[in-house]
T-cell receptor, first 116, second 117 residues
Framework: AQSVTQPDIHITVSEGASLELRCNYSYGATPYLFWYVQSPGQGLQLLLKYFSGDTLVQGIKGFEAEFKRSQSSFNLRKPSVHWSDAAEYFCAVGPLLRGSNYKLTFGKGTLLTVNP | DTGVSQDPRHKITKRGQNVTFRCDPISEHNRLYWYRQTLGQGPEFLTYFQNEAQLEKSRLLSDRFSAERPKGSFSTLEIQRTEQGDSAMYLC???????????????FGQGTRLTVV
Protein backbone atom coordinates (compact mmCIF):
# COMPACT_ATOMS: atom_id res chain seq x y z
CA ALA A 1 0.00 0.00 0.00
CA GLN A 2 1.18 3.48 -0.71
CA SER A 3 2.09 5.78 2.15
CA VAL A 4 3.49 9.23 2.74
CA THR A 5 5.65 10.30 5.65
CA GLN A 6 6.21 13.87 6.68
CA PRO A 7 8.74 13.55 9.50
CA ASP A 8 8.31 17.07 10.85
CA ILE A 9 5.03 17.79 12.58
CA HIS A 10 5.86 21.43 13.28
CA ILE A 11 8.57 23.72 11.94
CA THR A 12 9.28 27.29 12.97
CA VAL A 13 11.35 29.63 10.83
CA SER A 14 12.07 33.32 10.82
CA GLU A 15 10.71 35.48 8.06
CA GLY A 16 13.26 35.70 5.28
CA ALA A 17 14.90 32.40 6.17
CA SER A 18 14.99 29.45 3.83
CA LEU A 19 12.61 26.54 4.23
CA GLU A 20 12.69 22.85 3.48
CA LEU A 21 9.80 20.52 4.29
CA ARG A 22 10.51 16.84 4.02
CA CYS A 23 8.36 14.20 2.37
CA ASN A 24 9.08 10.52 1.85
CA TYR A 25 6.75 8.15 0.07
CA SER A 26 6.35 4.45 -0.30
CA TYR A 27 4.98 3.24 -3.58
CA GLY A 28 5.60 0.42 -5.98
CA ALA A 29 6.31 2.60 -8.97
CA THR A 30 6.85 6.23 -9.80
CA PRO A 31 3.81 8.03 -8.51
CA TYR A 32 2.27 11.38 -9.10
CA LEU A 33 3.51 13.65 -6.28
CA PHE A 34 1.89 16.77 -4.94
CA TRP A 35 2.29 19.45 -2.33
CA TYR A 36 -0.81 21.17 -1.01
CA VAL A 37 -1.13 24.03 1.47
CA GLN A 38 -4.00 24.54 3.89
CA SER A 39 -4.71 27.69 5.84
CA PRO A 40 -6.75 27.35 9.07
CA GLY A 41 -10.33 26.33 8.39
CA GLN A 42 -9.77 26.30 4.66
CA GLY A 43 -9.51 23.71 1.93
CA LEU A 44 -6.38 22.64 0.16
CA GLN A 45 -4.54 24.65 -2.45
CA LEU A 46 -2.17 22.96 -4.85
CA LEU A 47 1.37 24.35 -4.68
CA LEU A 48 3.02 22.10 -7.23
CA LYS A 49 3.00 18.65 -8.74
CA TYR A 50 5.36 16.15 -10.30
CA PHE A 51 4.28 13.75 -13.00
CA SER A 52 7.40 13.07 -15.02
CA GLY A 53 10.36 14.79 -16.65
CA ASP A 54 12.47 17.37 -14.89
CA THR A 55 12.81 16.33 -11.27
CA LEU A 56 12.90 19.93 -10.04
CA VAL A 57 9.44 21.41 -10.28
CA GLN A 58 8.41 24.98 -9.73
CA GLY A 59 5.16 25.92 -8.11
CA ILE A 60 3.20 28.93 -7.01
CA LYS A 61 4.24 31.43 -4.35
CA GLY A 62 7.95 30.82 -4.99
CA PHE A 63 7.93 27.17 -3.90
CA GLU A 64 9.85 24.40 -5.59
CA ALA A 65 10.26 20.69 -4.95
CA GLU A 66 12.75 18.07 -6.04
CA PHE A 67 11.86 14.47 -6.78
CA LYS A 68 14.64 12.07 -5.81
CA ARG A 69 13.78 8.56 -6.87
CA SER A 70 16.73 6.97 -5.06
CA GLN A 71 15.59 8.46 -1.76
CA SER A 72 11.83 8.20 -2.40
CA SER A 73 11.63 11.83 -1.45
CA PHE A 74 9.86 14.93 -2.69
CA ASN A 75 11.01 17.77 -0.45
CA LEU A 76 9.49 21.23 -0.67
CA ARG A 77 11.72 24.29 -0.57
CA LYS A 78 11.47 28.04 -0.54
CA PRO A 79 14.52 30.32 -0.44
CA SER A 80 12.92 33.10 1.59
CA VAL A 81 9.82 32.59 3.70
CA HIS A 82 7.15 35.27 4.07
CA TRP A 83 4.84 35.63 7.05
CA SER A 84 1.91 34.73 4.81
CA ASP A 85 3.42 31.27 4.25
CA ALA A 86 2.40 30.22 7.74
CA ALA A 87 0.01 27.31 7.18
CA GLU A 88 -0.10 23.53 7.12
CA TYR A 89 1.59 21.75 4.27
CA PHE A 90 0.62 18.34 2.98
CA CYS A 91 2.54 16.03 0.70
CA ALA A 92 0.44 13.58 -1.29
CA VAL A 93 0.96 10.70 -3.67
CA GLY A 94 -1.36 9.47 -6.38
CA PRO A 95 -1.18 6.35 -8.46
CA LEU A 96 0.52 6.58 -11.83
CA LEU A 97 -1.63 4.15 -13.71
CA ARG A 98 -3.46 4.21 -17.00
CA GLY A 99 -6.79 5.75 -16.23
CA SER A 100 -5.55 6.84 -12.85
CA ASN A 101 -8.36 7.96 -10.61
CA TYR A 102 -6.17 10.40 -8.73
CA LYS A 103 -7.03 8.87 -5.39
CA LEU A 104 -4.55 10.71 -3.22
CA THR A 105 -2.78 9.45 -0.11
CA PHE A 106 -1.73 12.31 2.12
CA GLY A 107 0.89 12.67 4.78
CA LYS A 108 -0.10 13.94 8.19
CA GLY A 109 1.11 17.42 7.39
CA THR A 110 3.73 19.86 8.61
CA LEU A 111 2.60 22.97 10.41
CA LEU A 112 4.75 25.96 9.51
CA THR A 113 5.06 28.89 11.90
CA VAL A 114 6.82 32.03 10.69
CA ASN A 115 8.38 34.35 13.27
CA PRO A 116 8.68 38.06 12.41
CA ASP B 1 -15.59 29.64 -12.61
CA THR B 2 -15.55 29.98 -8.86
CA GLY B 3 -13.90 26.66 -8.06
CA VAL B 4 -15.27 23.81 -5.99
CA SER B 5 -18.09 24.91 -3.71
CA GLN B 6 -19.26 23.11 -0.58
CA ASP B 7 -22.33 23.73 1.52
CA PRO B 8 -22.71 24.17 4.42
CA ARG B 9 -19.31 25.31 5.65
CA HIS B 10 -20.13 24.31 9.20
CA LYS B 11 -22.65 21.88 10.66
CA ILE B 12 -23.34 21.06 14.28
CA THR B 13 -25.63 18.13 14.87
CA LYS B 14 -26.72 15.93 17.71
CA ARG B 15 -25.58 12.35 17.84
CA GLY B 16 -28.01 10.10 16.01
CA GLN B 17 -29.21 12.72 13.55
CA ASN B 18 -28.75 12.51 9.81
CA VAL B 19 -26.78 15.14 7.91
CA THR B 20 -26.26 15.85 4.23
CA PHE B 21 -23.52 17.87 2.59
CA ARG B 22 -23.42 19.21 -0.93
CA CYS B 23 -20.52 19.70 -3.30
CA ASP B 24 -20.57 21.60 -6.59
CA PRO B 25 -17.45 20.80 -8.61
CA ILE B 26 -15.79 22.94 -11.23
CA SER B 27 -18.27 22.91 -14.06
CA GLU B 28 -16.41 20.91 -16.71
CA HIS B 29 -14.85 18.44 -14.28
CA ASN B 30 -16.08 14.88 -14.70
CA ARG B 31 -14.41 13.40 -11.61
CA LEU B 32 -15.49 14.20 -8.07
CA TYR B 33 -13.93 13.02 -4.83
CA TRP B 34 -14.84 13.05 -1.16
CA TYR B 35 -12.18 13.08 1.57
CA ARG B 36 -12.39 13.26 5.34
CA GLN B 37 -9.88 15.10 7.49
CA THR B 38 -9.73 14.71 11.23
CA LEU B 39 -7.77 16.96 13.55
CA GLY B 40 -4.03 16.61 13.13
CA GLN B 41 -4.31 14.30 10.14
CA GLY B 42 -4.11 14.60 6.42
CA PRO B 43 -7.20 14.06 4.31
CA GLU B 44 -8.28 10.46 3.80
CA PHE B 45 -10.00 9.26 0.64
CA LEU B 46 -13.63 8.25 1.01
CA THR B 47 -15.05 7.81 -2.46
CA TYR B 48 -15.00 9.10 -6.03
CA PHE B 49 -17.27 9.47 -9.03
CA GLN B 50 -16.66 9.58 -12.72
CA ASN B 51 -19.67 11.44 -14.05
CA GLU B 52 -22.60 9.88 -12.18
CA ALA B 53 -20.94 6.52 -11.51
CA GLN B 54 -19.45 5.87 -8.09
CA LEU B 55 -16.34 3.91 -8.98
CA GLU B 56 -14.55 3.40 -5.70
CA LYS B 57 -15.37 3.50 -2.02
CA SER B 58 -12.92 3.37 0.86
CA ARG B 59 -13.31 0.96 3.75
CA LEU B 60 -13.68 4.15 5.81
CA LEU B 61 -17.08 4.63 4.24
CA SER B 62 -19.30 2.66 6.56
CA ASP B 63 -22.88 1.67 5.79
CA ARG B 64 -24.04 4.88 7.46
CA PHE B 65 -22.41 6.92 4.71
CA SER B 66 -23.84 7.30 1.25
CA ALA B 67 -22.76 9.51 -1.61
CA GLU B 68 -24.55 10.34 -4.83
CA ARG B 69 -23.92 12.30 -7.96
CA PRO B 70 -27.23 11.89 -9.75
CA LYS B 71 -26.66 13.91 -12.89
CA GLY B 72 -22.90 13.93 -12.99
CA SER B 73 -22.76 17.46 -11.68
CA PHE B 74 -23.16 18.18 -7.97
CA SER B 75 -22.76 15.51 -5.33
CA THR B 76 -24.20 14.87 -1.90
CA LEU B 77 -22.71 13.01 1.03
CA GLU B 78 -25.16 11.80 3.65
CA ILE B 79 -24.28 10.46 7.07
CA GLN B 80 -27.03 8.61 8.88
CA ARG B 81 -27.20 8.19 12.65
CA THR B 82 -24.19 10.38 13.23
CA GLU B 83 -21.65 9.45 15.87
CA GLN B 84 -19.12 11.61 17.66
CA GLY B 85 -16.38 9.91 15.68
CA ASP B 86 -17.85 11.39 12.51
CA SER B 87 -16.74 14.84 13.60
CA ALA B 88 -14.30 15.97 10.94
CA MET B 89 -13.78 18.22 7.96
CA TYR B 90 -15.34 16.72 4.83
CA LEU B 91 -13.54 17.86 1.71
CA CYS B 92 -14.74 17.62 -1.84
CA UNK B 93 -12.45 17.80 -4.86
CA UNK B 94 -12.87 17.59 -8.60
CA UNK B 95 -10.70 16.96 -11.61
CA UNK B 96 -10.98 16.56 -15.36
CA UNK B 97 -10.11 13.23 -16.92
CA UNK B 98 -9.49 13.84 -20.60
CA UNK B 99 -8.52 10.32 -21.43
CA UNK B 100 -6.62 7.31 -20.24
CA UNK B 101 -3.92 8.50 -17.90
CA UNK B 102 -4.62 12.12 -18.70
CA UNK B 103 -6.03 13.80 -15.65
CA UNK B 104 -5.78 17.26 -14.29
CA UNK B 105 -4.88 17.64 -10.68
CA UNK B 106 -7.62 17.66 -8.06
CA UNK B 107 -8.99 21.03 -6.96
CA PHE B 108 -10.38 21.10 -3.46
CA GLY B 109 -13.27 22.96 -1.95
CA GLN B 110 -13.10 24.69 1.41
CA GLY B 111 -14.75 21.79 3.18
CA THR B 112 -17.67 21.24 5.51
CA ARG B 113 -16.73 21.03 9.16
CA LEU B 114 -19.03 18.63 11.01
CA THR B 115 -19.30 18.62 14.78
CA VAL B 116 -21.37 15.89 16.39
CA VAL B 117 -22.38 16.68 19.96
Amino acid sequence: AQSVTQPDIHITVSEGASLELRCNYSYGATPYLFWYVQSPGQGLQLLLKYFSGDTLVQGIKGFEAEFKRSQSSFNLRKPSVHWSDAAEYFCAVGPLLRGSNYKLTFGKGTLLTVNP
Amino acid sequence: DTGVSQDPRHKITKRGQNVTFRCDPISEHNRLYWYRQTLGQGPEFLTYFQNEAQLEKSRLLSDRFSAERPKGSFSTLEIQRTEQGDSAMYLCASSLARGVGMNTEAFFGQGTRLTVV
